[in-house]
């Protein structure tokens, strides 16, 4: 039996080590029926480190995806990166939501926290489409949305494997659901998503207000517009924002912490922070 705990004002569960177990002896079934049902696991006192990370996310996942933007950690462990660069405040987001290929979960792990700030975010989309004013959930059932981004070569080799070719971009690409691309001559690729503002859980298939709306609206490289073409004026994002702001939740780290949090139901973002010495590891993956 899991020794668990939730966090205050959070519904987090946190798994205790409470028997000085390696979280690799963790029972596999029971840590996924918690998953399925609380979206964001916090383990705590088990000492990992992104080795252990990427050993245990291994028990839970079919394939893990590299970010295109994020340093990797060593190559040995070519998917397991740093976690965004800088220390700005990182508004909600799901992780790739502005593309088909979501991932399923996002686990992070903490060496070292920031001394101040730094805090990662994260938000229960279930909470804010339920939160949100029923003229703006009936906007969102109206209309989709659609993303703009632009990946040059260099971005789409490191996402397909250095050795792919447009033919694989194009593989990869075609078919797929509201997603259409141009091969620029420069070989980078311009794509345009049209999607919901809110998707079904995977766990559940609740309705929930997992996006990557708001970071992408403020995201200077981003670009995201009704399905349309029409732009989403910035009181409808005002409005979304307010309804966030009380429902976010914090994962207060501690050195050795490892969070599992469900990529298709909540959002996550992160404080701002001062310190150097901060040190967050993060992995992608779709589960079994
Ligand atoms: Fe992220």
Known sequence: MLETDT???????????????????LPVQETLDYFKSHGVLLFRGFGVNYEQMKA???????????DKDRPIVDSRNKYVTLVDPGMH???????????????????????????????????????????????LRQLFI?????????????????FLGAGATLDDVKRTLNGISGLSYKINE?????????CSAFVKTKYGHQEAF????????KNPRGAVTFADGSPIPSAIINQIQQVMNNLTEVIPWQASDLVMIDNSRFLHGRRSFTDIKRRIYSLLSYMK
């Open 7 to 25: 966090l205050s004002i959070s519904s987090a569960k946190i798994i205790h080590n409470n028997t000085s177990q390696s979280i690799l002896q």
């Open 56 to 66: 245990f996310a291994e028990k839970f996942s079919s394939r893990f995806v590299l």
């Open 89 to 135: 405040y990182v508004s909600p987001h799901c992780e790739n939501a502005n593309s088909p290929f979501r991932p399923d979960v996002i686990w992070f792990c903490c060496s070292v926290p920031a001394s101040q700030g730094g805090e990662t975010l994260y938000w229960d989309g279930v909470q804010v489409w339920q939160a949100l004013d029923e003229e």
């Open 142 to 158: 109206a209309k989709k949305i659609k993303f703009f981004q632009k990946f040059p070569a260099a971005d789409w080799k490191r």
């Open 186 to 194: 420069d070989q980078s690729v311009s794509l345009e998503y049209v």
């Open 210 to 217: 997992a996006n990557s709306l708001i970071s992408e609206y």
